[in-house]
């Protein structure tokens, strides 16, 4: 799940118990340990009420996108990833030439 907090949006795990909501979140893994998580915020079943929502009030239909379009729009982003990351490199290749040289005078 992905929790809105301070305008950043934030990966959390959500674990519905029979008495208790949790949120947490997955704590930075350092070798082969288990999965591990720090409790962001919980909230006990009984304190829980929904509101029923008026057919005025309901959420607009989102236009579902075919997985196809979906493939070709991942597929973009990952060359654009690639290309920034290209352009990083070449620039700091230059950069260190440029520094690695003596400069006469």
Same mark, same amino acid.
């Given at each position: 799940?992905?929790?809105?907090?301070?305008?950043?949006?934030?990966?959390? @795990?959500? !674990?519905? !118990?029979?008495?208790?909501?949790?949120?947490?979140? &997955?704590?930075? $893994?350092?070798?082969?340990?288990? $999965? #591990?998580?720090?409790?962001?915020?919980?909230?006990?079943?009984?304190? &829980?009420? !929904? $509101?029923?929502?008026?057919?005025?009030?309901?959420? %607009?239909?989102? %236009?579902?996108? %075919?997985?196809?379009?979906?493939?070709?729009?991942?597929?973009?982003?990952? #060359?654009?990833?690639?290309?920034? $990351?290209?352009?990083?490199? @070449?620039?700091?290749?230059?950069?260190?030439?440029?520094?690695?040289? %003596?400069?006469?005078?």
């Amino acid at each position: 799940m992905v929790e809105l907090v301070e305008g950043a949006c934030k990966l959390r @795990h959500v !674990f519905l !118990f029979t008495d208790l909501l949790l949120c947490t979140k &997955l704590k930075k $893994q350092s070798g082969g340990k288990t $999965q #591990q998580y720090d409790c962001k915020w919980y909230l006990p079943l009984t304190d &829980l009420s !929904f $509101q029923m929502v008026d057919e005025s009030e309901a959420v %607009p239909n989102i %236009p579902l996108v %075919p997985d196809e379009e979906l493939d070709a729009l991942k597929i973009k982003i990952s #060359q654009i990833k690639s290309d920034i $990351q290209r352009e990083k490199m @070449h620039g700091r290749g230059r950069g260190r030439t440029r520094a690695a040289r %003596p400069r006469r005078g």
